[in-house]
Structures are given as structure tokens and as C-alpha cells.
């Protein structure tokens, strides 16, 4: 006989987990698909850099839901230590936002403009930089200085979040989602390489592989593959004691365990046809990227020079054609949730996201939970492939 949850839940990255764990924390009864292991998708490739000052929160409810997701981490993280007695390498640390040249420091100005309303930040000049960082580049203009951001382990918190939803009950089925069981206009479970699995609610959280399941909600799920490449240093010199990072070569962030994380690639750094490679995860280091992300990491930081390369990872981040999240019901589907294309931010924006889902969730699907209305999946009714190729080139980490 096919098994039987309230929720069943496609994917197991960070997306995926925080959302089966923030289910469980409410007694709800979980399954969680998984075809490979926990954090075997982008989340095992990201930085955990969480900051708002990039440019993929706008003005509004977009940086507001960022600002919610950056606020839940304290707690969350907490959370899940003390349940799986795991260290995820949680840091909290004032922040550098570089201008090396005036372009950046007129991006930077004009979004400090309304960040400033929201977060504890202020500019300073070169002078003041160096004061705080002697080591970095005497060629910056300055930096906007920010109070606090944070930056901790994606894969253990992939892990964290899938254990501790696990020890709340949730059961994770190591099986592959194949479709999606309809009734009508109802989701009522998922195919399986094995057996059926049945459930009330359905999420879609596949990453970069959600759009699998788009014939059979005969709705798009525009999620496309975007290629990013970081590296992981050994430098021998004190840790940076801010997290560094400029729009236009990226972030340099000492991480908790010793090593300096460097780069990220993003769509600006590969050539048209090796950008959209299909359907699939790229994860080949390339020499290039390797070569690029150590120059921009020299310019920041000239003593990198002297640092040695311990890893370089490749992999692809699940981008949207906005490059914004696609959270919420599908049009005319009942029974079903879509949670992906987090693009660059699927980290940062984990517990708004489980947060939202829930919330949908418990209300029976009726109605639409705060914080998410730029992120419905409606706004892609009429998308177009080309709407990737914008999308991709304006990913900057
Ligand atoms: C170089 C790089 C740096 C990044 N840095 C940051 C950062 O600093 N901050 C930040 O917030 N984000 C960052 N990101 C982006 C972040 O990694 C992604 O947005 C996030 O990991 C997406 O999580 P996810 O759970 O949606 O997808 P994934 O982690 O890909 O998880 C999807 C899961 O679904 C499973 N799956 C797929 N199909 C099926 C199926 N049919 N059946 C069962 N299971 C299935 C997969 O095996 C996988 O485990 C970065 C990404 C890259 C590549």
C-alpha cells in the first residue's frame, strides 16, 4: 500500500530541508524525496554568505523578506546545533561593501540611499578602510561599512536542517520524484522509482531540477542552470575580522574553520554557450575561473598572492528568469506548493521561504501567506526562454 503524509516534500537542499523542518517543528507529518543524499544539489557550492547589500534585493518587500530570513538565522541556527550537536560555522561580523572603482561606488551609493532605512550602515573613505583592513588594496575609493552580516557553513546546514527535521519526524524516502499523482485539478501524491507516495500537499523544491514536474501541473517552473565557481585558500596571515565584498569581484570571507573563501563566478564570467548548459548540474572547475577569481581576490587583497589553493568548487545555482524566488500556489492546482529558483540567495533565503510554505500550509492553501507576492509563480504565465539569457548575465556572485 503507498505510504501517506500531509506533506510531501521534493528535494533535499537547503530549500527543501528548512522546509520539512519547519513542518515538523508544527507537528505536521512529513515525507522528504530525495533522490541523491541531503545537500548533494547547489547548496553543497555556496558560500552561506548572507547579506542584504547585494543587488538581488530591490527596495520593498523584496529586501524585507531578506531582512526577515537574515533575522531568523540567530534562532534557527541555535536551534539546530543544540538538536544535532553540529557546528555550522555561524558567524556574525561587521561588513566592508568595496569600491575599487566609481562605477561601483555609485551602485553602492545609490542603493545605500534606501538600505540605509533598514540596515545599520554608513559610507567611509579609503582612509577610514584602511584603518580598520591595512592589508587591503590602497587603489579602493572607499566602502560602505555595514554593522553586521553573517556567513555560515550551506552544507551543514543542509544537513543540520534535514537531521533536526528528521528527529522531529520527518522520514526521508532516499527514492526519486518520477511525476506527480493528479485527481482532477488535485495533487494527491508523487510517482516514485518505487513505490506511490501520497500525500495532502505536495512541494515542488528540486532546485535546478524543478522543471520535471512542470508537464504535470501543465504550468511553467522556469528554473534554468546557472554556472558559479568559488575557491577555498590557506592563508597564513591573521583572518580577516570583516566580511569583504564588492560588486564587481565578489566576496573574500575568512570562514570559521581557517579558510579564506574566494569568488563567486557568476553570469558575466562565462561565454554565452557555456552558461545555459541544459538541464543539469556543471560541476567542472575550469582554469579560468580559477585564474579570474584569484586576480580579483589580488586586486582586493594583494598579500593573496602568497595564499595557497586548497579547493575549487563548481557548481550551478537554480536561477529564475528575474532571479528571484518562486514561492506559492500554481494557477488552478490544488494540493501543490512551488519553493525554487532561489538563483543566488537559496541560503539567505531559506527560512523566509520554509517560513511562508508553512504558513500556506497550515491555512489549508486558501490563503497566500505575507512576504511572498513578488515571488508567486502566476508572475511566469507567459515567460519566454529569453528571459534567461538577461537574467543569467546580471549574476554577479
Ligand atoms: C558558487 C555558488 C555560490 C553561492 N553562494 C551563495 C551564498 O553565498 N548565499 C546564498 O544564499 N546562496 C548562494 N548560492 C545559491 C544557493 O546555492 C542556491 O540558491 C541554493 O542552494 C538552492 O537550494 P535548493 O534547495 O533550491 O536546491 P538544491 O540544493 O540543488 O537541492 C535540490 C535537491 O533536489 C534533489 N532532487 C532533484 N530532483 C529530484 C527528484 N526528481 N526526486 C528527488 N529529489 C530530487 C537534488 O538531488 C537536490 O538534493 C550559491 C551558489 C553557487 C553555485
Known amino acids: 500500500m503507498a505510504e501517506k503524509f500531509d506533506v510531501v516534500v521534493i528535494g533535499a537542499g537547503a530549500i527543501g530541508c528548512a522546509i520539512a523542518y519547519y513542518l515538523a517543528r508544527e507537528g505536521i507529518k512529513v515525507g522528504l524525496l530525495e533522490r541523491e543524499s541531503f545537500g548533494s544539489g547547489s547548496t553543497a557550492h555556496a558560500t552561506g554568505f548572507i547579506s542584504l547589500l547585494g543587488t538581488e534585493f530591490t527596495v520593498g518587500s523584496s529586501f524585507e523578506f531578506g531582512l526577515e530570513s537574515y533575522n531568523a538565522f540567530q534562532t534557527l541556527v541555535e536551534e539546530l546545533q543544540s538538536a544535532t550537536g553540529m557546528d555550522l560555522l555561524y558567524q556574525r561580523r561587521p561588513s566592508l561593501r568595496l569600491a575599487l572603482e566609481e562605477s561601483e561606488e555609485k551602485l553602492i551609493k545609490e542603493m545605500m540611499v534606501w538600505q540605509k532605512e533598514y540596515v545599520a550602515m554608513h559610507w567611509i573613505d579609503a582612509k577610514e578602510v584602511h584603518e580598520l583592513e591595512p592589508r587591503l588594496t590602497q587603489s579602493l575609493i572607499g566602502a560602505v561599512y555595514e554593522d553586521e552580516s553573517a556567513q555560515l557553513d550551506s552544507y551543514r546546514l543542509n544537513l543540520a536542517l534535514g537531521a533536526a527535521s528528521e528527529i522531529l519526524g520527518t522520514q526521508t524516502i532516499n527514492r526519486k520524484a518520477t511525476g506527480l499523482i493528479s485527481e482532477g485539478n488535485r495533487i494527491i501524491g508523487v510517482h516514485t522509482e518505487g513505490d506511490d507516495v501520497l500525500c495532502d500537499t505536495v512541494v515542488v523544491s528540486a532546485g535546478l531540477w524543478s522543471p520535471g514536474f512542470q508537464k504535470d501541473l501543465d504550468f511553467p517552473?522556469?528554473?534554468?542552470?546557472?554556472?558559479?565557481?568559488?575557491?577555498?585558500?590557506?592563508?597564513?596571515?591573521?583572518?580577516?575580522?570583516?566580511?569583504?565584498?564588492?560588486?564587481?569581484?565578489?566576496?573574500?570571507?575568512?570562514?570559521?574553520?581557517?579558510?579564506?573563501?574566494?569568488?563567486?563566478?557568476?553570469?558575466?564570467?562565462?561565454?554565452?554557450?557555456?552558461?545555459?548548459?541544459?538541464?543539469?548540474?556543471?560541476?567542472?572547475?575550469?582554469?579560468?575561473?580559477?585564474?579570474?577569481?584569484?586576480?580579483?581576490?589580488?586586486?582586493?587583497?594583494?598579500?593573496?598572492?602568497?595564499?595557497?589553493?586548497?579547493?575549487?568548487?563548481?557548481?550551478?545555482?537554480?536561477?529564475?528568469?528575474?532571479?528571484?524566488?518562486?514561492?506559492?500556489?500554481?494557477?488552478?492546482?490544488?494540493?501543490?506548493?512551488?519553493?525554487?529558483?532561489?538563483?543566488?540567495?537559496?541560503?539567505?533565503?531559506?527560512?523566509?521561504?520554509?517560513?511562508?510554505?508553512?504558513?500556506?500550509?497550515?491555512?489549508?492553501?486558501?490563503?497566500?501567506?505575507?512576504?511572498?507576492?513578488?515571488?508567486?509563480?502566476?508572475?511566469?504565465?507567459?515567460?519566454?526562454?529569453?528571459?534567461?539569457?538577461?537574467?543569467?548575465?546580471?549574476?554577479?556572485?
Open 221 to 397: 517552473i522556469p528554473v534554468g542552470a546557472l554556472k558559479g565557481e568559488r575557491v577555498l585558500l590557506k592563508y597564513d596571515g591573521q583572518p580577516l575580522q570583516l566580511l569583504i565584498s564588492s560588486p564587481k569581484r565578489g566576496h573574500m570571507i575568512s570562514r570559521m574553520d581557517g579558510f579564506l573563501s574566494v569568488g563567486s563566478t557568476g553570469g558575466r564570467d562565462y561565454d554565452q554557450d557555456q552558461l545555459y548548459q541544459g538541464e543539469d548540474m556543471d560541476r567542472v572547475p575550469t582554469e579560468t575561473a580559477r585564474l579570474e577569481i584569484m586576480q580579483r581576490a589580488i586586486d582586493v587583497f594583494p598579500d593573496l598572492e602568497n595564499a595557497e589553493l586548497v579547493e575549487q568548487l563548481a557548481g550551478s545555482r537554480p536561477l529564475s528568469p528575474d532571479r528571484m524566488p518562486i514561492i506559492g500556489p500554481v494557477p488552478g492546482k490544488e494540493g501543490v506548493v512551488l519553493a525554487t529558483g532561489h538563483t543566488t540567495k537559496g541560503i539567505h533565503l531559506a527560512p523566509g521561504t520554509a517560513r511562508a510554505v508553512t504558513e500556506f500550509i497550515q491555512g489549508g492553501g486558501k490563503q497566500l501567506p505575507s512576504g511572498i507576492d513578488l515571488f508567486l509563480p502566476s508572475r511566469f504565465a507567459d515567460m519566454t526562454s529569453a528571459d534567461f539569457q538577461t537574467a543569467g548575465l546580471g549574476v554577479d556572485e
